[in-house]
């Protein structure tokens, strides 16, 4: 189960529609996944910690962070990641809830309290975080050469 979590995460994208081509071509994306475990301290108090995940099972909180940076001469600006959810996971939050989300497979994207899945028996229904297939970031922020960023998400395994 962690290849495929660490594949599904290697296909993360960056598109510039915005961004003119060279730009686009100097933006590099980096990935991390983590396993956040509760620790007893000496006096008994919890702390959260974020380990490299050797062994994952269902329930196991992950954390994802995806780093972009700029690795050319000039300024980008105005790109998208899109990152997909890997089936074996459940998505639960970004910190900064300033993502997109799709509920159908990139093809089309919004806020999660606005999306709407079909029923089985027929109609849609409001969508929920299980159903979230893909999560995408609009960063109009202005990149200069040698500048990075990281978004970050988390999930549990299904």
Do not use: C, Y
Request: aromatic share 6%.
């Amino acid at each position: 189960m962690m290849r495929a979590l660490l594949t599904a995460l290697a296909v993360t994208t960056l598109s510039g529609a915005s961004v003119p081509v060279q730009a686009a071509n100097t933006l590099q994306l980096d990935s991390d996944i983590f396993v956040e475990r509760e620790k007893t301290n000496a006096d008994g108090s919890q702390t959260k910690v974020l380990e490299e995940p050797k062994k994952v099972v269902p329930g196991d909180r992950l954390v994802f962070v995806v780093r972009f940076k700029n690795i050319g001469a000039s300024a980008a600006s105005n790109f998208v990641v899109t990152n997909p959810i890997p089936a074996a996971v459940q998505f639960e939050a970004t910190p900064d809830g300033q993502d997109s989300v799709s509920v159908d497979g990139g093809k089309s994207w919004g806020r999660l309290p606005q999306l709407r899945v079909p029923e089985a028996g027929g109609g849609l229904r409001p969508a929920v975080a299980a159903d979230v297939t893909h999560l995408q970031w609009n960063l109009d922020q202005r990149l200069t050469a040698g500048a990075e960023g990281k978004v970050i998400f988390r999930g549990v395994v299904r």
